[in-house]
């Protein structure tokens, strides 16, 4: 069946435009978690959705980043204003049911964004 | 706050030969312990975890891990590696409180030779 998709694979950005990525999780995943990974880095997390409701968004990193699940599927992380520092590839993981490690995290294959 | 540690950045073996990529965690909490494996332009796919029970752990591909409390480490060993495990090997933490914040290491870099 089919996995996690994101799009775009391959975003470049100048510095201080607006990006937008986008998280099609696996059909009826309830949990759906972003984390960015920066060169060289393990994933670091960013934030937590469980169906519409972002349960946790503690890892975003500044108010330039917002995520939203507006009806409980695909996902859009979106970040304002980018700077360099943000050049990152993101990752979008689904679970089946509750965040409970016992439901294993599907990772997308990310997005690599580049910040010139 | 938890933390992993892998110390190995990189680790190169030849074909047929055994591995053990060492991970240890900052905290003698309770955890749950996971290793991840990502190929080149792919995700991180779930190779094995430790949640409770026996701590010794048997994952995908013929690997499998140790869950050593007193030591605070989680090392993924595997007897004899072939050329296609070539690929970055990261392990991670959670925590009871916050079960699917999933805290990585900084991966290791498993290269094998013919």
């Known amino acids: 069946g089919a996995g996690v998709s994101q799009s775009p694979r391959y975003k470049v950005a100048k510095r201080g435009q607006d990006v937008a990525l986008r998280c099609d999780p696996i059909s009826g995943h309830v949990s759906l978690f972003w984390y960015q990974q920066a060169l060289g880095q393990g994933p670091e997390f960013l934030t937590y959705?469980?169906?519409?409701?972002?349960?946790?968004k503690s890892g975003l990193p500044s108010d330039r980043f917002f995520a939203e699940r507006p009806e409980g599927s695909v996902s859009t992380l979106k970040i304002q204003r980018t700077q360099q520092e943000d050049s990152a590839v993101y990752l979008c993981?689904?679970?089946?049911?509750?965040?409970?490690?016992?439901?294993?995290?599907?990772f997308g294959p990310g997005t690599r964004l580049t910040v010139l | 706050a938890q933390s992993v540690t892998q110390l190995d950045s990189q680790v190169p073996v030849f074909e047929e030969a055994p591995v053990e990529l060492r991970c240890n965690y900052s905290s003698s909490v309770s955890v749950y312990l996971f290793w991840y494996v990502q190929y080149p332009n792919q995700g991180l796919q779930l190779l094995l975890k430790y949640l409770s029970g026996s701590t010794l752990v048997k994952g995908i591909n013929g690997f499998e891990a140790e869950f050593n409390k007193s030591q605070t480490s989680f090392h993924l060993r595997k007897p004899s590696v072939h050329i296609s495990d070539t690929a970055e090997y990261f392990c991670?933490?959670?925590?009871?409180?916050?079960?699917?914040?999933?805290?990585f290491g900084s991966g290791t870099r498993l290269l094998v030779r013919p």
């Open positions: 993981a689904s679970s089946s049911y509750s965040g409970s490690p016992y439901n294993e995290q599907f």
């Open positions: 959705f469980q169906n519409e409701a972002q349960l946790d």
């Open positions: 991670a933490v959670s925590d009871l409180d916050s079960s699917y914040k999933l805290i």
